[in-house]
């Protein structure tokens, strides 16, 4: 299983960036998908999640301001992420955890400049 994320960046406050994560060798439909994010010097936190009937849940510090979505058909997770902060600031990690396995990305840096 590989996971393949895109979309991260250098954007100023207040921009929108969208990230991508394609999975490879697995199928997304039956599990439950991820983002998460660890900025220098932290742990590793959850962003936002999605389980395979479409419930989701949300970092309180980014309700309202990122959305996690899926799309089967093309095995790819997204977090579309609008009216970012410097806080924000962090890499970005896809997560895919299927049975009793999980799968992570490499990784997508995410900076956001005041």
């Known amino acids: 299983v590989q996971l393949v994320e895109s979309g991260g960046g250098l954007v100023q406050a207040g921009g929108s960036l969208r990230l991508s994560c394609v999975a490879f060798?697995?199928?997304?439909?039956?599990?439950?998908v991820a983002w998460y994010r660890q900025a220098p010097g932290k742990q590793r936190d959850l962003v936002a999640a999605e389980r395979s009937g479409g419930t989701t849940n949300y970092a309180d510090s980014v309700k309202g301001r990122f959305t996690i979505s899926r799309d089967n058909a093309k095995n790819t997770v997204y977090l579309e992420m609008n009216n970012l902060k410097p806080e924000d600031t962090a890499i970005y990690y896809c997560?895919?955890?299927?049975?009793?396995?999980?799968?992570w990305g490499q990784g997508t840096q995410v900076t956001v400049s005041s």
């Open positions: 997560n895919v955890h299927f049975l009793i396995m999980d799968y």
């Open positions: 060798g697995t199928d997304l439909r039956s599990a439950i």
